[in-house]
């Protein structure tokens, strides 16, 4: 079973960059689709992207040319780098391990973007 811890986030003003680290630990990192998810005061849990393990990597339209996710599986970390910040994209961001029969949640970073 794997376990994920994230690190980064805080508060950052409007145009910033930032970013958010997931390390994984427990089970074979390379089997699983790594992604990252956010939900804001009110909404539901939204994907901001993810990553397969061989890499492709797919992005929710809001944040498509300003986020990139990456992954080391030497170091069973994936990341997220964001670019340009939006107050909007303010948020606890999660990140999200899936293969066949497993879901599993980090404890979610906020990231606050100041206007």
């Known amino acids: 079973q794997v376990q994920l811890v994230e690190s980064g986030g805080g508060l950052v003003q409007a145009g910033g960059s930032s970013r958010l680290s997931c390390v994984a630990s427990?089970?074979?990192?390379?089997?699983?689709?790594m992604g990252w998810y956010r939900q804001a005061p009110g909404k539901q849990r939204e994907l901001v992207a993810s990553?397969?393990?061989?890499?492709?990597?797919n992005y929710a339209d809001p944040v498509k040319g300003r986020f990139t996710i990456s992954r080391d599986n030497t170091k069973n970390t994936v990341y997220l780098e964001m670019n340009s910040l939006k107050p909007e994209d303010t948020a606890v961001y999660y990140c999200n391990a899936q293969t066949v029969g497993v879901l599993t949640w980090g404890q979610g970073t906020q990231v606050t973007v100041s206007s």
């Open positions: 990553m397969a393990p061989a890499g492709r990597a």
């Open positions: 427990g089970s074979i990192f390379g089997i699983y689709v």
